[in-house]
């Protein structure tokens, strides 16, 4: 059986790559993902573009977008347009996607990767705390769509891939702001595949697990889990990496997955089914982290 593809922890690109589809099956498409400068999402940017794919990257960091763009196109060959933008405010998704439709003609595939987390039990986490959380997983998921969806999609169609987590899934142990706005995502997902099939755009979600070399990985204590083995009780006895996210977002994306819509792939090495909900380990966790804050 073969192993995790080579990943690299830092915000770089791969120093090799082999291809698992054909390397022009995004020939000449364009790809809009937000929070594309980091992380998950720019792993995802990367492995789109050596497909073929052109991208439009999107954040409120541009001096971390231009890096990331810039990376992006000397590793691969194919353009990357940086664009400052915040998901909770819809007419700055609009600009960068008028921004967008100028500099490339066209708009094929929408990756929501934009999202933020933090470990807190429910009881220390603050109204403003829960709201915020919502306002970008959940508000930003759908703002990114709708413009998206009115400036292109609705008379070309497209493909949606939103990135969630299967937090909701058991109900994990300090994620409740995390964990309901995903789930509200894997709703929207359904919803969205519904009414936006006919004009030819499929919706699709992607549920990650621990993925390591990610700033969630690290604030959600992927670290000490490896230290203390934790990942054992996952069927596939390791953590992910960026890299197979960033496969199974082109597997979606792509041609390969031209009659799937309103599915969530979780991708998780079969964590959700076995890890257990360590309630005491996490609040120790949590407990610690809020000591080196202070």
Aim: net charge neutral.
């Amino acid at each position: 059986m073969a192993g995790a593809p080579e990943d690299v922890d830092t915000d770089d690109c791969l120093s090799s790559y082999t291809h698992v589809y054909s390397a022009d099956l995004l020939k000449d498409q364009v790809a809009f993902i937000t929070g594309g400068g980091s992380g998950i999402g720019f792993r995802i940017a990367e492995v789109l573009m050596r497909h073929g794919c052109d991208t439009a990257i999107a954040s409120r960091n541009p001096e971390k977008l231009s890096e990331a763009a810039r990376k992006l196109t000397a590793a691969t060959g194919r353009r990357c347009l940086p664009l400052q933008m915040d998901v909770r405010q819809p007419d700055t998704i609009s600009a960068a996607v008028d921004e967008t439709l100028k500099q490339f003609g066209r708009v094929d595939i929408l990756i929501n990767n934009a999202a933020g987390n933090f470990l807190c039990p429910a009881s220390s986490l603050s109204f403003n705390a829960f709201r915020t959380i919502l306002e970008i997983d959940t508000m930003g998921t759908f703002n990114t769509s709708k413009v998206i969806y009115d400036k292109w999609f609705k008379d070309h169609g497209g493909s949606v891939v939103n990135i969630s987590a299967t937090l909701g899934y058991r109900g994990q142990a300090l994620q409740v702001h995390a964990g309901s706005a995903k789930a509200a995502n894997d709703a929207m997902t359904r919803h969205l595949a519904v009414e936006w099939g006919p004009s030819g755009v499929r919706v699709n979600t992607v549920a990650p697990g621990p993925i390591s070399g990610t700033e969630g990985y690290r604030r959600l204590g992927g670290p000490t889990a490896e230290r203390t083995e934790s990942f054992r009780n996952i069927p596939l006895q390791r953590a992910g990496n960026k890299t197979e996210m960033a496969h199974a977002v082109l597997f979606l994306a792509s041609r390969a997955a031209s009659y799937v819509t309103g599915a969530t792939l979780v991708a998780d090495g079969g964590a959700w089914f076995t890890s257990a909900n360590d309630v005491e380990r996490l609040l120790g966790f949590w407990s610690s982290e809020k000591k080196k804050d202070k």
